[in-house]
């Protein structure tokens, strides 16, 4: 099982970045997906859940700004980031959980946002 994803870069404050993950190996994408983040010197954190299609958790310090996604005919998930802060940068992960609760990750990807 593999979970890729793109997106992440250079962004200004105030700007906007779509994150992308796709899920390969498995017949049909986890139910439960999501994105956690970690910036440097920092512990992982849940940035938000997905399950199914319907979102169930938000980071408080990204309610509003972010919205998670995804199409499971594709088994891809999103995040769509908006109004970035500095505060924001970090490698973000993209995560899966199956049925039976294994959990999965990608390899991580960059965001950076300069104010």
């Known amino acids: 099982v593999q979970l890729v994803e793109s997106g992440g870069g250079l962004v200004h404050a105030g700007g906007s970045l779509m994150l992308s993950c796709v899920v390969s190996g498995l017949i049909s994408s986890p139910p439960i997906m999501g994105w956690h983040r970690q910036a440097s010197g920092k512990q992982r954190e849940l940035v938000a859940l997905?399950?199914?299609?319907?979102?169930?958790n938000y980071n408080d310090a990204v309610l509003g700004r972010f919205t998670i996604s995804r199409d499971g005919t594709k088994k891809m998930v999103y995040l769509h980031m908006s109004s970035l802060k500095p505060e924001d940068t970090a490698v973000y992960f993209c995560y899966g959980r199956s049925s039976n609760g294994f959990d999965f990750w990608g390899q991580g990807t960059k965001v950076t946002v300069s104010s």
């Open positions: 997905i399950n199914r299609g319907v979102p169930t």
